[in-house]
């Protein structure tokens, strides 16, 4: 079983996206979307240069796994589509794409895409690279209100650039950490969510 670390540069509750009864990683991060399983934990901290000092954003146990085309069709997910003259939280949808009969992508008017619905090339290419979408009904997001992690467990969690695999055992120390202070689902909304904003792919 794989785990993993990774710096959230941009918390807008897109990637990943923590409204509703699930949490879903469904854009950036390919590899670790391609190599989770059902089961993995997948943590997000905060860049150490920001001042926030290596924080927990979220922690999400995968538990399902799905291809774009099914995240696409599925009924429990028709709520992750973004409505761009909806709610803040409905223009940050992340199930935006899915193949059509040809095969060709389709990328949703959205965060990702670039104005008036064009198709943003870069972020289409690096998204569709890690083929799946991770969803968890068993996470822990802390957005805006970031929390400190313990000395002990930190040392082993930092990552700098990409993203750490990190040893299932300490997973567990972690996991229980969590259990014993926290609850889970949403605790504050995205840092950044205070309006909406594209991602060009690069800067």
């Keep these: 079983m794989k785990h993993y670390s990774y710096v959230v540069a941009r918390d807008f509750g897109f990637a990943p996206n923590p409204f509703g009864r699930y949490c879903t990683l469904a854009t950036c991060k390919p590899r670790i979307r391609k190599n989770a399983d059902i089961g993995s934990w997948i943590f997000g901290i905060t860049p150490r240069d920001k001042g926030a000092g290596n924080k927990l954003v979220f922690a999400m146990k995968v538990t399902q796994k ?8 599925s009924p429990d997910f028709q709520y992750k589509k973004p409505v761009l003259n909806g709610s803040l939280k409905q223009m940050y949808g992340d199930n935006i794409y899915h ?8 990328q949703a008017d959205s965060h990702h895409s670039k104005e008036g619905g064009e198709i943003n090339k870069e972020n289409l290419n690096r998204d569709t690279k890690g083929e799946f979408v991770l969803i ?8 805006a209100s970031c929390i400190n992690i313990p000395t002990e467990l930190k040392k082993e969690i930092i990552v700098g650039i990409g993203q750490k695999q990190i040893d299932g055992e300490f997973v567990l120390q972690i996991v229980e950490w969590l259990e014993a202070y926290y609850q889970k689902g949403l605790t504050e909304v995205p840092k950044l969510f205070t309006g909406f904003k594209r991602y060009d792919g690069v800067s």
Excluded: A, I, Q, V
Excluded at 67 to 73: A, L, P, V
Excluded at 99 to 106: A, H, V
């Design 136 to 143: 968890s009904d068993c996470f822990y997001y802390f957005g």
């Design 99 to 106: 193949k059509d009969d040809n095969g060709n992508w389709f």
């Design 66 to 73: 799905m291809t774009f085309n099914e995240y696409w069709e």
